[in-house]
T-cell receptor, first 108, second 117 residues
Framework: DQQVKQNSPSLSVQEGRISILNCDYTNSMFDYFLWYKKYPAEGPTFLIS?????DKNEDGRFTVFLNKSAKHLSLHIVPSQPGDSAVYFC???????FGTGTRLQVFP | GAVVSQHPSWVICKSGTSVKIECRSLDFQATTMFWYRQFPKQSLMLMATSNEGSKATYEQGVEKDKFLINHASLTLSTLTVTSAHPEDSSFYIC?????????????FGDGTRLSIL
Protein backbone atom coordinates (compact mmCIF):
# COMPACT_ATOMS: atom_id res chain seq x y z
CA ASP A 1 0.00 0.00 0.00
CA GLN A 2 1.74 3.11 -1.23
CA GLN A 3 0.44 5.60 1.26
CA VAL A 4 1.29 9.25 1.27
CA LYS A 5 0.25 11.55 4.04
CA GLN A 6 0.16 15.29 4.51
CA ASN A 7 -0.15 16.01 8.19
CA SER A 8 -0.68 19.76 7.97
CA PRO A 9 -4.18 20.58 6.74
CA SER A 10 -3.41 24.26 6.28
CA LEU A 11 -0.61 26.78 6.04
CA SER A 12 -0.70 30.57 6.02
CA VAL A 13 2.26 32.54 4.65
CA GLN A 14 2.92 36.17 3.91
CA GLU A 15 3.51 37.20 0.32
CA GLY A 16 7.20 37.12 -0.58
CA ARG A 17 8.12 34.62 2.14
CA ILE A 18 8.82 30.92 1.72
CA SER A 19 6.05 28.31 1.81
CA ILE A 20 7.07 24.80 2.86
CA LEU A 21 4.62 21.95 2.30
CA ASN A 22 5.41 18.53 3.71
CA CYS A 23 4.56 14.97 2.80
CA ASP A 24 5.42 11.62 4.38
CA TYR A 25 5.22 8.23 2.75
CA THR A 26 5.30 4.67 3.98
CA ASN A 27 6.36 2.62 0.97
CA SER A 28 9.86 3.07 -0.42
CA MET A 29 9.12 1.38 -3.73
CA PHE A 30 8.47 4.24 -6.08
CA ASP A 31 9.96 5.85 -9.15
CA TYR A 32 8.69 9.38 -8.77
CA PHE A 33 6.70 11.59 -6.46
CA LEU A 34 4.58 14.37 -7.85
CA TRP A 35 3.15 17.58 -6.49
CA TYR A 36 -0.16 19.02 -7.65
CA LYS A 37 -2.12 22.10 -6.76
CA LYS A 38 -5.86 22.44 -6.96
CA TYR A 39 -8.24 25.38 -7.03
CA PRO A 40 -11.89 24.88 -6.02
CA ALA A 41 -14.10 23.32 -8.70
CA GLU A 42 -11.13 22.67 -10.99
CA GLY A 43 -8.97 19.65 -11.73
CA PRO A 44 -5.52 19.43 -10.10
CA THR A 45 -2.58 20.98 -11.94
CA PHE A 46 0.76 19.19 -12.09
CA LEU A 47 3.56 21.27 -10.57
CA ILE A 48 6.78 19.32 -10.24
CA SER A 49 8.11 15.79 -9.87
CA UNK A 50 11.11 14.19 -8.20
CA UNK A 51 12.81 10.96 -9.10
CA UNK A 52 13.76 8.41 -6.45
CA UNK A 53 17.41 8.76 -7.49
CA UNK A 54 17.50 12.47 -6.73
CA ASP A 55 17.20 14.45 -3.53
CA LYS A 56 16.26 17.76 -5.10
CA ASN A 57 14.49 19.10 -8.16
CA GLU A 58 13.96 22.75 -8.95
CA ASP A 59 11.67 24.51 -11.39
CA GLY A 60 11.43 28.26 -11.08
CA ARG A 61 9.92 29.19 -7.74
CA PHE A 62 9.22 25.56 -6.89
CA THR A 63 11.76 23.18 -5.36
CA VAL A 64 11.04 19.68 -4.12
CA PHE A 65 13.33 17.93 -1.65
CA LEU A 66 13.39 14.20 -1.01
CA ASN A 67 14.76 12.63 2.19
CA LYS A 68 14.65 8.91 1.58
CA SER A 69 15.94 7.92 5.00
CA ALA A 70 13.12 9.83 6.65
CA LYS A 71 10.60 8.92 3.92
CA HIS A 72 9.77 12.56 3.66
CA LEU A 73 9.45 15.07 0.87
CA SER A 74 8.75 18.76 0.88
CA LEU A 75 7.76 21.42 -1.61
CA HIS A 76 9.28 24.87 -1.22
CA ILE A 77 7.71 27.87 -2.92
CA VAL A 78 9.75 31.05 -2.86
CA PRO A 79 8.79 33.80 -3.10
CA SER A 80 5.19 32.96 -2.31
CA GLN A 81 2.52 34.84 -4.23
CA PRO A 82 -1.22 35.30 -3.54
CA GLY A 83 -1.96 33.26 -6.68
CA ASP A 84 -0.27 30.29 -5.02
CA SER A 85 -3.21 30.05 -2.61
CA ALA A 86 -4.68 26.61 -3.31
CA VAL A 87 -4.74 23.05 -1.99
CA TYR A 88 -1.52 21.13 -2.61
CA PHE A 89 -1.27 17.36 -2.92
CA CYS A 90 1.67 15.01 -3.07
CA UNK A 91 1.25 11.69 -4.85
CA UNK A 92 3.24 8.77 -6.21
CA UNK A 93 3.29 7.84 -9.86
CA UNK A 94 1.27 4.69 -9.65
CA UNK A 95 -2.29 5.57 -8.90
CA UNK A 96 -2.78 9.09 -7.73
CA UNK A 97 -4.39 8.45 -4.39
CA PHE A 98 -5.20 11.87 -3.05
CA GLY A 99 -5.24 12.70 0.60
CA THR A 100 -6.88 15.78 1.94
CA GLY A 101 -3.87 17.86 0.94
CA THR A 102 -2.60 21.07 2.50
CA ARG A 103 -4.45 24.31 1.98
CA LEU A 104 -1.98 27.13 1.42
CA GLN A 105 -3.05 30.70 1.88
CA VAL A 106 -0.68 33.48 0.87
CA PHE A 107 -1.71 36.86 2.23
CA PRO A 108 -0.42 40.29 1.15
CA GLY B 1 1.82 22.71 -21.91
CA ALA B 2 -0.18 19.52 -21.93
CA VAL B 3 -3.92 19.96 -22.03
CA VAL B 4 -6.75 17.64 -21.16
CA SER B 5 -10.21 18.64 -22.28
CA GLN B 6 -13.27 17.39 -20.43
CA HIS B 7 -16.78 17.86 -21.75
CA PRO B 8 -19.40 18.82 -20.72
CA SER B 9 -18.46 20.99 -17.79
CA TRP B 10 -21.97 21.00 -16.33
CA VAL B 11 -24.91 18.65 -16.72
CA ILE B 12 -28.37 18.85 -15.18
CA CYS B 13 -30.76 16.04 -16.06
CA LYS B 14 -33.68 14.01 -14.82
CA SER B 15 -33.37 10.85 -12.78
CA GLY B 16 -33.07 7.76 -14.97
CA THR B 17 -31.13 9.50 -17.72
CA SER B 18 -27.77 8.21 -18.87
CA VAL B 19 -25.00 10.80 -19.10
CA LYS B 20 -21.78 10.56 -21.09
CA ILE B 21 -18.66 12.53 -20.16
CA GLU B 22 -15.73 12.82 -22.56
CA CYS B 23 -12.07 13.21 -21.70
CA ARG B 24 -9.56 14.09 -24.41
CA SER B 25 -5.81 14.54 -24.32
CA LEU B 26 -5.19 17.33 -26.83
CA ASP B 27 -1.45 17.30 -27.41
CA PHE B 28 -0.20 13.92 -26.28
CA GLN B 29 -1.21 10.28 -26.57
CA ALA B 30 -2.47 8.75 -23.36
CA THR B 31 -2.55 4.99 -23.05
CA THR B 32 -3.86 5.40 -19.51
CA MET B 33 -6.58 7.71 -18.29
CA PHE B 34 -8.23 7.93 -14.88
CA TRP B 35 -11.67 8.88 -13.62
CA TYR B 36 -12.24 10.50 -10.22
CA ARG B 37 -15.22 11.85 -8.37
CA GLN B 38 -15.31 14.39 -5.61
CA PHE B 39 -18.06 14.98 -3.09
CA PRO B 40 -18.38 18.36 -1.36
CA LYS B 41 -15.61 19.03 1.14
CA GLN B 42 -13.98 15.69 0.38
CA SER B 43 -10.90 14.71 -1.54
CA LEU B 44 -10.76 13.25 -5.02
CA MET B 45 -11.63 9.57 -5.06
CA LEU B 46 -10.26 7.35 -7.81
CA MET B 47 -13.08 5.46 -9.50
CA ALA B 48 -11.33 3.59 -12.28
CA THR B 49 -8.29 3.33 -14.50
CA SER B 50 -9.01 3.40 -18.21
CA ASN B 51 -6.58 1.55 -20.49
CA GLU B 52 -6.65 2.09 -24.24
CA GLY B 53 -7.88 -0.98 -26.05
CA SER B 54 -8.72 -2.98 -22.94
CA LYS B 55 -11.20 -3.11 -20.10
CA ALA B 56 -11.11 -0.52 -17.37
CA THR B 57 -9.96 -1.41 -13.88
CA TYR B 58 -12.44 -0.32 -11.24
CA GLU B 59 -11.68 0.53 -7.63
CA GLN B 60 -13.37 -1.36 -4.88
CA GLY B 61 -16.95 -0.28 -4.34
CA VAL B 62 -17.40 1.28 -7.79
CA GLU B 63 -20.11 -0.39 -9.84
CA LYS B 64 -18.78 -1.19 -13.30
CA ASP B 65 -22.28 -1.58 -14.74
CA LYS B 66 -23.23 1.81 -13.39
CA PHE B 67 -20.15 3.66 -14.59
CA LEU B 68 -19.26 2.47 -18.07
CA ILE B 69 -15.80 3.42 -19.30
CA ASN B 70 -14.62 3.24 -22.89
CA HIS B 71 -11.09 4.11 -24.01
CA ALA B 72 -11.30 3.53 -27.73
CA SER B 73 -8.39 5.69 -28.83
CA LEU B 74 -5.14 7.09 -27.46
CA THR B 75 -6.72 10.50 -26.98
CA LEU B 76 -10.27 9.77 -25.82
CA SER B 77 -11.88 8.10 -22.83
CA THR B 78 -15.57 8.32 -21.99
CA LEU B 79 -17.45 7.75 -18.76
CA THR B 80 -21.16 6.97 -19.01
CA VAL B 81 -23.24 7.20 -15.86
CA THR B 82 -26.11 4.86 -16.64
CA SER B 83 -29.61 5.46 -15.30
CA ALA B 84 -28.35 8.27 -13.11
CA HIS B 85 -30.03 9.00 -9.79
CA PRO B 86 -29.70 11.93 -7.38
CA GLU B 87 -27.05 10.11 -5.35
CA ASP B 88 -24.83 10.12 -8.46
CA SER B 89 -24.72 13.90 -8.37
CA SER B 90 -21.07 14.82 -7.93
CA PHE B 91 -18.03 16.43 -9.49
CA TYR B 92 -16.33 14.05 -11.92
CA ILE B 93 -12.75 14.65 -13.07
CA CYS B 94 -10.67 12.79 -15.60
CA UNK B 95 -6.93 12.72 -16.03
CA UNK B 96 -4.53 11.41 -18.66
CA UNK B 97 -1.03 10.13 -18.01
CA UNK B 98 1.60 11.77 -20.18
CA UNK B 99 4.22 9.08 -20.94
CA UNK B 100 6.61 11.54 -22.57
CA UNK B 101 7.32 13.61 -19.49
CA UNK B 102 9.62 12.81 -16.58
CA UNK B 103 7.60 11.16 -13.85
CA UNK B 104 4.74 10.49 -16.28
CA UNK B 105 2.46 13.00 -14.55
CA UNK B 106 -1.26 12.94 -14.92
CA UNK B 107 -2.85 16.01 -16.43
CA PHE B 108 -6.39 16.75 -15.35
CA GLY B 109 -9.48 18.06 -17.05
CA ASP B 110 -11.50 20.84 -15.44
CA GLY B 111 -14.18 18.44 -14.28
CA THR B 112 -17.87 17.87 -14.92
CA ARG B 113 -20.47 18.86 -12.38
CA LEU B 114 -23.34 16.41 -12.63
CA SER B 115 -26.66 17.26 -11.02
CA ILE B 116 -29.47 14.72 -11.16
CA LEU B 117 -32.94 16.01 -10.34
Amino acid sequence: DQQVKQNSPSLSVQEGRISILNCDYTNSMFDYFLWYKKYPAEGPTFLISISSIKDKNEDGRFTVFLNKSAKHLSLHIVPSQPGDSAVYFCANTDKLIFGTGTRLQVFP
Amino acid sequence: GAVVSQHPSWVICKSGTSVKIECRSLDFQATTMFWYRQFPKQSLMLMATSNEGSKATYEQGVEKDKFLINHASLTLSTLTVTSAHPEDSSFYICSARDPSREGQPQHFGDGTRLSIL
